[in-house]
């Protein structure tokens, strides 16, 4: 079984819906991710978390929020989506190490027409 | 300013060869790590190797090395042997201390390895 898993792995909506990308792991790791993925940016940060009461505004926030349920659990949200939230998420997590080594979900491509 | 640069879009290699991808950073942090990922047209991302800003020795991970140049700023991925399926996106990235250890990537280079 993956240790990172990210449902829906593909999602078409319209613009202005609401729209949830969840994310559980496995690893029991304390810091979870959010990242989107648009072709030739690589990928940017969106918010982060490191433990269950701590949240964190990434580099690209504006128009999406987040929700740590449990350890194991980080919720996206895209409030009402637009157009130009059509990109490529990946949800990650990382041990308190000292490394912070980033391992990944499958991704989930979303597409807001 | 760019965090993270990777200046060359795609690369060649034969198979067998060995090629160098090229990053560099911008940080005033002393402490930070510094990250290779492989994407491959699947689409899952795939860490590869990890160095310390402290560490004195270049990483290695079986047929991945990183040249890791401070004073330049330049940690590069060397892969030796290419092989066919090493050809993917790669991926440089930085962990920064200051920001909140927050990562930053760059655009990224696309490997093809010829047979």
């Known amino acids: 079984d993956a240790d990172v898993t990210q449902t829906p792995r593909n999602r078409i909506t319209k613009t202005g819906k609401r729209i949830m990308l969840e994310c559980s792991q496995t690893?029991?790791?304390?810091?979870m991710y959010w990242y989107r993925q648009d072709p030739g940016l690589g990928l940017r940060l969106i918010y982060y978390?490191?433990?269950?009461?701590?949240?964190n505004k990434g580099e690209i926030s504006d128009g999406y929020s987040v929700s740590r349920q449990a350890q194991a659990k980080f919720s996206l949200s895209l409030e009402s989506a637009i157009p130009n939230q059509t990109a490529l998420y990946f949800c990650?997590?990382?041990?308190?190490?000292?490394?912070?080594?980033?391992?990944f979900g499958p991704g989930t491509r979303l597409t807001v027409l | 300013a760019q965090k993270i640069t990777q200046t060359q879009p795609g690369m060649f290699v034969q198979e067998k060869e060995a090629v160098t991808l090229d990053c560099t950073y911008d940080?005033?942090?002393?402490?930070?790590?510094l990250f290779w990922y492989k994407q491959p047209s699947s689409g899952e991302m795939i860490f590869l190797i990890y160095?310390?800003?402290?560490?004195?020795q270049n990483a290695t991970e079986g047929r991945y090395s990183l040249n890791f140049q401070k004073a330049r700023k330049s940690a590069n991925l060397v892969i030796s042997a290419s092989q066919l399926g090493d050809s993917a996106m790669y991926f440089c990235?930085?962990?920064?201390?200051?920001?909140?250890?927050?990562?930053?990537f760059g655009t990224g280079t696309s490997l093809t390895v010829i047979p």
């Open positions: 690893k029991g790791h304390d810091r």
């Open positions: 978390s490191f433990d269950v009461k701590d949240i």
């Open positions: 160095q310390g800003s402290y560490d004195q």
């Open positions: 990650a997590t990382s041990d308190s190490d000292g490394r912070d080594t980033q391992y």
């Open positions: 940080t005033s942090d002393p402490s930070y790590g």
């Open positions: 990235a930085m962990r920064e201390p200051s920001t909140g250890n927050q990562f930053y």
